[in-house]
């Protein structure tokens, strides 16, 4: 991540579909560690408040599950940064599982235009 480099293996070339969810999932790895801290908290707000969250995939649907059983702070934190990627990735797929009001939050973020990579 500090080198702002992401190697894929080239396997995943012959399966499309996953392998652009996967590229847009890592992206906006970047984006969040440049995000900010006012827009993470937003993010963690608005997480904080789904009591059965919709997740858009496996990432971050392991970590919600680590943070249920452990509760920890280190935990939600993991939760909030794979939520926001798996979210993003998913806004790329016309399948997409994500809820309307995270949807509604990624649109405001890019009418904002604060999407840093
Ligand atoms: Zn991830």
């Given at each position: 991540?500090d080198?702002?480099?992401?190697?894929?293996?080239a396997?995943?070339?012959?399966?499309?579909?996953?392998?652009?969810?996967?590229?847009a999932?890592?992206?906006?790895?970047?984006?969040?560690?440049?995000?900010?801290?006012?827009?993470?908290?937003?993010?963690?707000?608005?997480?904080?408040?789904?009591?059965?969250?919709?997740?858009?995939?496996?990432?971050?649907?392991?970590?919600?599950?680590?943070?249920?059983?452990?509760?920890?702070?280190?935990?939600?934190?993991?939760?909030?940064?794979?939520?926001?990627?798996?979210?993003?990735?998913?806004?790329?797929?016309?399948?997409?599982?994500?809820?309307?009001?995270?949807?509604?939050?990624?649109?405001?973020?890019?009418?904002?235009?604060?999407?840093?990579?």
């Amino acid at each position: 991540m500090d080198r702002r480099e992401i190697v894929f293996d080239a396997d995943l070339l012959s399966h499309a579909p996953d392998f652009v969810n996967i590229v847009a999932h890592e992206i906006y790895h970047f984006v969040w560690r440049r995000l900010g801290n006012r827009e993470r908290k937003d993010w963690s707000l608005l997480l904080g408040g789904e009591k059965r969250p919709t997740h858009a995939g496996l990432s971050s649907q392991l970590r919600y599950e680590a943070w249920r059983e452990s509760g920890g702070e280190r935990h939600w934190s993991a939760y909030l940064c794979e939520a926001f990627c798996d979210s993003a990735a998913a806004l790329t797929s016309p399948n997409s599982r994500i809820s309307p009001h995270r949807r509604r939050w990624f649109g405001r973020l890019m009418k904002k235009r604060k999407l840093p990579v």
